[in-house]
């Protein structure tokens, strides 16, 4: 029982530090909805929702996820990752498709959706192996349906 009221403590803090404390990174990966690479049903997108400014877990999961993408499945055109900045209004289609208002981790394929986004700020900073592990089980299994 202490665990999961640690756990929810944790992310509490960490999705309300998110608009504090402004962190940033370089816009070169974020992209618009209209930039977004693919809308080929057979392809699995990972999307990074995020806001202006981001506290440090919110730059981790990104990072985490990307990197996992990049690396995982270097040279899968079936498998994207896409950072999109939500306070951006040229992505406010995007978002609302997926009803994201700020911070979100999505992984999607067609009509095949699962949100990790509360698994991934548990997790990334003090464990991003599991959020790998993660990202990967999700993918693989969207590959193979």
Known sequence: MKNVVFVAFVLI???????QNAQKKGNSQTQTAAAVSSTDP???QVYYFHGKTRCATCVAVGDVAQKTVETAFAGNKKVVFTEINVSDKSNEALAEKYQVTWNALL??????????TEKAFATAVGNPQSLENLIKQEVNKRLTE
């Open 13 to 19: 803090a960490a999705l309300t530090a998110c608009g």
């Open 107 to 116: 992984i999607v394929k067609g009509d095949n959706l699962i949100d990790i």
């Open 42 to 44: 057979n392809v699995v």
